[in-house]
């Protein structure tokens, strides 16, 4: 079967190898540690599920107009005025089938044949194959390790051509847990008004967020900024609602409008019993929301300073999201392999341990752990690390 060159040209997971062979190896019965997870570890909160099942008992399980409920839509309206002081009207926002969905419709709106997207490195890998099923060309940007894996000003500058229609910016980010400043942003946003490119702001760590920092939103800072500005958020990451797939996109009107026709077309609307859910999620206090994010900085604290004191291994210190993404070269090398890639199959075969390599996201010499999971597994896994290290040295 001749398959169509769109999808032809899609790079496959660099996750998929190691995962498969994490599974397999777990299949076998060996006692693995999995760090590549990217969703939360804790249940969906309880007064969710009651919402949830409420809404079933009450018949809520039809269609739901394509763009979402518009009850859903005004508590999202309400939470960006709560959270960043927005002003959004009902027409400026579309429910979409998580916030991955929120961003394919975008692409697929926006972008004509041979349009340029700037994408930071490292990124989270759907950007760059989302562009190209858009017809769009990914412009990957590396942003430096030493300036804490954010991009500068200058560098967006220099990446912009006269194809250039849009930049991504992923504060507090998948996979570096860093986070742009209010300066930071103004800077970049400043580059991007003054070439008329749209920002597509993905803030889904948004509520993972560590220490006295605060999320920033770009679209805040100014109104020319919000005007320029589609945010992408959604309920995944936040409250632990990874499956039940409620995202959203904010931005201007016309593109929402061309957004839900779209998935007037495609999807519909996303599943009416999770639109109820995502609605109790954002009605709610955020105290449970919080309980989670106290864990997560608990296990950033430990992580990070178990991590940092492996040989040859260096970390950015996140401030958000759940990953730490050392740079693990030197560890590498000095155990005799060439690639972090080849490091990180050993690793798994010998301490079965599995992290994700970090050439899927653009940074070959990192490799992705994320701490969704308990305290005892993370203490274990860097011993682990450390030992495997010690061993091949
Ligand atoms: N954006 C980033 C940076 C992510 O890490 C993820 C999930 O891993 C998503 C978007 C997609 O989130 P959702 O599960 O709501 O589709």
Known sequence: ??????????????????????????????????????????????????????????????????????????????????DQNLDYNENEIIVTIGAKHALFTLF???????????????????????VKLAQGKPVIVEAKEQNDFKLTPEQVEEAVTDKTKALIINSPSNPTGVIYTKDELKAIGEVCLKHNITIVSDEIYEKL?????????????????KEATIIINGVSKSHSMTGWRIGYAAGNETLIKAMTNLASHSTSNPASISQYAALEAYSASEEEVNKMKNAFAERLNKLYNWVTELPGVSCVKPRGAFYLFPNVKEAANACGYDEVFDWVEALLEEEKVALVPGSGFGAPDNVRLSYATSLDQLEEAAKRIKRFIEKHQ
């Open 1 to 82: 079967m001749e398959l169509a060159d769109r999808v032809q040209s899609l790079t496959p997971s660099s996750t998929l190898a190691i995962t498969a062979k994490a599974k397999a190896l777990k299949k076998e019965g060996h006692d693995v540690i999995g760090l590549a997870a990217g969703e939360p570890d804790f249940n969906t909160p309880e007064h969710i599920l009651t919402a949830a099942k409420q809404a079933m008992d009450e018949g809520k399980t039809k269609y739901t107009p394509s763009g979402g409920l518009p009850e859903l839509k005004h508590t999202i309206q309400a939470k960006f005025k709560r």
């Open 108 to 130: 697929q709106v926006l972008l004509n044949p041979g349009d340029e997207v700037i994408v930071p490195a490292p990124f989270w890998v759907s950007y760059p194959e989302q």
């Open 209 to 225: 967020i560590y220490g006295n920092e605060e999320h920033t939103s770009i679209a805040q800072l100014s109104e020319t900024l």
